[in-house]
């Protein structure tokens, strides 16, 4: 029993730098999806509507960003509150039970953001690109070349796609935008991953505070 009281005051001590941490990957990840959106840094396409529909769904901004953000902003502060008020009238202080849905809710928006741009980034970005040399009719058009493959099985569209770079000159506007929509997207894929990683361990911490939040008093 001791042992487990000196492992949850460990994994709070801890929380003091997931805290700052979430609130740096929200961050990051509200500047890579908005990045999605002005593809080549322009705002031309976005103006036209030519965005990636997964780009425009913005997994990276309210799930990613707002979602983590807030949910840890909002328990941060109920535990300062709750701190002040009872932290000196109390032997055995308790974590207040109203933060342990603030890092549930940081842990679905990072999922949620992880599972989105998983999507956008097998799928492809929506492009200008010619149809009569992808075996999709005649002329150029707007649409998702990796996408619609025709009899190609999933596995192997996202194989050529993803490590084949001599496809990507398929797309002829945005200029540069397969390069764009992969690095973005896989960041947003490793932000997420380790925000989903880091509001773990606040709901582990939570948990085992709750449990032996009164060694804290011995």
Known sequence: FPSLCRVAMCVGKCSRIVGPCLLVLGTLSVAANILLLFPGGSSKYLAEGHISKHAKAMPGIWGGGIAVSTAVSTASFLV????R???????????????????QLALLGAAACFVLSGVGLT???LCFYNASEHGHGHGTLWGYPFL????????????????DRHTWSICLEPAGVVAWNVVLFSLLLLVSATEMVLASLQILNGCLGCLCGFCEGK
Not at 148 to 163: F, I, V
């Open 80 to 83: 300062c509150l709750w701190s």
């Open 85 to 103: 008020e009872e932290g000196m009238e109390q032997v055995a202080p308790l974590h207040p039970p109203s933060t342990f849905s603030f890092p």
């Open 123 to 125: 799928n492809g970005p």
């Open 148 to 163: 619609d493959t025709g009899s190609q099985e999933l596995d192997a569209r996202t194989e050529n796609y993803l490590h």
